[in-house]
């Protein structure tokens, strides 16, 4: 992760030291932006703010890792974050998969999350 400067931050600095999410968050679970992520306007933390943007289409928690370059566990720290004060939404793909009336459509989630796991 880079500062403004285009310095190297360390990634404890995104997540205040903390090396766990406040709730447990599976790598495949597919993270989106709520209603009131998308009006919460611009966020102090620019990784905060990258994750909401990127996540107004689904996006699994390994993608959002990938495509902001960030570690898998300081992305899981901000996204259980996000979710807690109600900016993003964490679906369990493999849940929602087993109790699903459309399992073609949850299947293709499915592979765009392995798609994005081979990508890693």
Avoid: W
């Amino acid at each position: 992760m880079a500062a403004p400067d285009g310095r190297r931050v360390r990634p404890y600095l995104a997540t205040r030291g903390r090396t766990r999410p406040v709730q447990d968050i599976a790598i495949e679970a597919l993270v989106s932006t709520t209603k009131d992520g998308r009006t919460h306007g611009s966020d102090p933390e620019p990784e905060r703010e990258r994750i909401l943007r990127l996540c107004h289409s689904p996006r699994s928690v390994a993608e959002v890792a990938a495509i902001v370059s960030m570690p898998l566990g300081v992305a899981r720290v901000l996204v259980a974050d996000l979710e807690t004060e109600g900016l993003v939404r964490v679906a369990d793909p493999l849940a929602a998969f087993a109790g699903s009336a459309e399992p073609a459509r949850n299947l293709s989630v499915l592979e765009r999350v392995r798609d994005g796991l081979r990508r890693l």
